[in-house]
């Protein structure tokens, strides 16, 4: 495939810590935060290569949420701080910030003759959203995750970013696996405080 002799290095270091993050998120292993940033780090230099100006601002929200998520973790153990569940009324929160960032990111992005603006500003502005789930252990930012990066598939392929469009493949797949271990690890979580 002649694709992958046009990936550059920066392209498959992006790709490995970002998917080192992710697996390691879901292992609740403190050091995905460090990967989280590299990986940041290095899809921001591509993003402002591919004009997606929205997600350049998302990777400098995910560098400082890795700093964020490592003093969270680490503050009680990233394996003893317990996994939250969110209620409708939070849903409804995320939900509606989510959408006036979509809309409002979009019709900036618009203006600066972004690449797919509005699509690129959901995807930015509902990272951002789970995200901050994700650092504060909601169950949650998993679902939102699956969606976020089935649409980053298309996203990344459109601007010929193949290999970052096959890592959110593989994201989406390590989402569903996300959610249902720590839905688990949530449920272990609830019949021990019950027994007590």
Same mark, same amino acid.
Request: with cysteine; proline share 1%; charged share 10%.
């Given at each position: 495939?002649?694709?992958?002799? *046009?990936?550059?290095?920066?392209?498959?270091? #992006?790709?490995?810590?970002s998917l080192l993050y992710t697996w390691l998120?879901?292992?609740?292993? @403190?050091?995905?935060?460090?990967?989280?940033?590299?990986?940041?780090?290095?899809?921001? +230099?591509?993003?402002?290569?591919?004009?997606?100006?929205?997600?350049? +601002?998302?990777?400098?929200?995910? @560098? @400082?949420?890795?700093?964020?998520?490592?003093?969270?973790?680490?503050?009680?153990?990233? *394996?003893?701080?317990?996994?939250?569940?969110? *209620?409708?009324?939070?849903?409804? +929160?995320? !939900? #509606?910030?989510? %959408?006036?960032?979509?809309?409002?990111?979009?019709?900036?992005?618009?203006?600066?003759?972004?690449?797919?603006?509005?699509?690129?500003?959901?995807?930015?502005?509902?990272?951002?959203?789970?995200?901050?789930?994700?650092?504060?252990?909601?169950?949650?930012?998993? %679902?939102?995750f699956i969606m976020i990066d089935a649409v980053?598939?298309?996203?990344?392929?459109?601007?010929? !970013?193949?290999?970052?469009?096959?890592?959110? %493949?593989?994201?989406?797949?390590?989402?569903?696996?996300?959610?249902?271990?720590?839905k688990k690890i949530w449920k272990k979580q609830?019949?021990? %405080?019950?027994?007590?």
């Amino acid at each position: 495939m002649a694709w992958i002799e *046009n990936i550059s290095w920066l392209e498959w270091f #992006a790709f490995t810590t970002s998917l080192l993050y992710t697996w390691l998120a879901a292992k609740e292993n @403190i050091w995905c935060w460090l990967f989280g940033g590299l990986g940041a780090a290095a899809t921001m +230099i591509l993003c402002i290569e591919g004009l997606l100006y929205s997600d350049v +601002i998302l990777q400098i929200y995910y @560098i @400082i949420m890795a700093i964020y998520g490592w003093l969270q973790w680490k503050k009680q153990g990233s *394996n003893t701080k317990p996994i939250l569940r969110m *209620n409708v009324k939070l849903h409804s +929160i995320i !939900m #509606a910030i989510g %959408v006036i960032g979509l809309f409002a990111l979009g019709a900036f992005w618009k203006i600066w003759g972004a690449a797919l603006p509005y699509l690129d500003a959901g995807i930015t502005s509902f990272s951002i959203l789970a995200t901050w789930l994700i650092a504060r252990k909601y169950l949650e930012n998993w %679902v939102y995750f699956i969606m976020i990066d089935a649409v980053s598939i298309f996203l990344f392929a459109s601007r010929g !970013m193949y290999l970052l469009a096959f890592l959110f %493949v593989i994201y989406t797949f390590l989402a569903t696996y996300g959610y249902f271990k720590w839905k688990k690890i949530w449920k272990k979580q609830v019949m021990f %405080v019950a027994s007590r």
